[in-house]
């Protein structure tokens, strides 16, 4: 379909100029986390005298706003009156240019939540702080992504089954995607559910009502 508009999201095990270029070559757009190690645009001499790429974390970005966040949540772990800077410029890689977006949060108290910023490259022209953030939300999206499939195989046993039958194979694992898709997707709505809540308790959930206390009770 011509009108729609395919962005592939990576961890920085995959930063690497080589699949850069083949996402635009499939007329894919990319987000990736950035390595610590990538180099920008700039140079600086050292203290040898010796020219050096400066490292793209430790560029000036020229643009950038802040967030305001009531409440905000980072690996099970709620934060609150949480402030998140935005900030981005452009890397020339190869001949291509590319934005790169960091993104920094701090506490009420002014302390950093994460010792290092992240760091994201990506294809899409980021144009506003809207932009920013949709590129870090997309970005964020992934480990949302990888807890469905570690459930699929942890709860569901997405590998166990061994059929050579490939189309009893797509039914088990579109079963047990849809399984987990769908816990995932109204989770929220089940946790106050009298019944699901009372199914968590006997599996001995002690007050957790969480996808895995769901299964284990039923």
């Known amino acids: 379909d011509p009108d729609i508009s395919v962005v592939d999201i990576f961890d920085r095990g995959f930063d690497d100029v080589e699949l ?19 180099n920008s645009n ?10 050096r790429c400066l490292k793209l974390k430790n560029q000036r970005f020229w643009k950038g706003d802040e967030v305001m966040y009531d409440r905000i949540s980072f690996k099970k772990k709620t934060y609150k009156n949480v402030k998140g ?3 981005w410029n452009t890397v020339e890689i190869n001949g291509n240019i590319y934005s790169v977006l960091r993104v920094t949060f701090y506490q009420s108290n002014g302390k950093k ?3 290092d910023d992240m760091l994201l490259l990506t294809s899409l022209t980021i144009t506003g702080l809207e932009m920013a953030k949709l590129i870090w939300e997309m970005y964020m999206q992934r ?3 990888e807890s469905v499939f570690k459930f699929c195989k942890d709860e569901l046993q997405w590998e166990a089954p061994r059929v050579n039958d490939w189309l009893t194979m797509k039914h088990l694992l579109s079963l047990v995607y849809f399984v987990a898709g769908y816990f995932y997707e109204i989770k929220d709505d089940l946790v106050q559910d009298e019944g699901i809540q009372w199914l968590a308790k006997i599996a001995n959930g002690k007050g957790k009502v969480s996808p895995h206390f769901i299964l284990k009770g039923i």
């Open 113 to 115: 939540i994460f010792s």
């Open 42 to 51: 700039e140079m600086y001499i050292d203290e040898k005298g010796i020219e």
């Open 85 to 87: 800077v935005f900030e």
């Open 143 to 145: 480990m949302a992504i």
């Open 20 to 38: 850069f270029e083949l996402e635009t070559a499939l007329g894919h757009d990319f987000i990736i986390r950035c390595k610590a190690s990538r």
